[in-house]
């Protein structure tokens, strides 16, 4: 048999952006995990949905979340004291730790079904998660931190959105490319953070946007792609 011990989690994080290291404590009370993994009826449809619209129940800035965008920004602040903490460059910084320091994997792997919607707690507890979990915690990082980000929902695949001003685009790593709503006056940049290191507004290029609808590999999306704001 075996025993399994659960109690509350500290963990030490080290990662790397435009070459300077950065190392930050994530904390997690076992009440607080308990807390956001238990079966709450309010969220229960939710937790198995498979649009942007459910993962975007699931972003807080309350708890562990909270706690570890404002270490973030102090260790960035340390690095630079007169760093802006507002611009897309610490927007790219705060994805880049989601990218470095959490294990990607499959719900089908960590939760036994195919879509779940975890909480930043739950996955800040277990360092791991789906595209949809790693997309819900970066969105809450970023929300914690001031900014307008939430959640999209392509072909099954989940990205963190920003409505950012003054878009700088990137150069996107070979295999991606940079996706940018603009709807009127406003640009959102989807950026996916569950497949390694890559700037703000890059994801795979088999994700795209054409003509008002999201496309994978150049055919309409499935029928639940989407853009959503909490």
Not at 70 to 80: G, I, K, P, V
Not at 83 to 91: E, G, I, K, L, W
Not at 173 to 182: E, K, N
């Amino acid at each position: 048999g075996t025993i399994e011990y659960r109690g509350d989690v500290r963990t030490q994080y080290s990662f790397s952006f435009e070459g300077e290291s950065y190392t930050v404590y994530v904390d997690v009370p076992y009440a607080e995990y308990r807390h956001y993994s238990s079966d709450d009826a309010a969220y229960a449809s939710d937790r198995t949905g498979r649009t942007a619209e459910s993962g975007c129940r699931f972003i807080t800035i309350d708890g562990a979340v909270g706690v570890l965008a404002q270490r973030l920004t102090s260790e960035y602040l340390d690095a630079d004291p007169s760093a802006s903490v507002t611009d897309q460059r610490f927007a790219d910084y705060i994805l880049s730790f989601v990218q470095s320091c959490m294990v990607s994997g499959s719900d089908t792997f960590y939760n036994s079904t195919s879509t779940y919607w975890a909480f930043p707690s739950e996955t800040l507890y277990t360092g791991a998660g789906d595209s949809g979990d790693l997309s819900v915690l970066a969105a809450s990082l970023l929300r914690a931190c001031g900014y307008d980000a939430g959640i999209a929902v392509i072909h099954n695949h989940a990205f963190v959105t920003l409505t950012v001003d003054g878009f700088a685009e990137p150069e996107a790593p070979y295999g991606y490319h940079v996706l940018v709503v603009r709807t009127g006056n406003v640009s959102t940049a989807l950026t996916d953070v569950s497949g390694g290191r890559v700037p703000l507004g890059c994801v795979g290029e088999g994700y795209g946007y054409y003509n008002g609808r999201f496309t994978y590999y150049g055919q309409d999306a499935s029928a639940d792609s989407g853009v959503a704001l909490p």
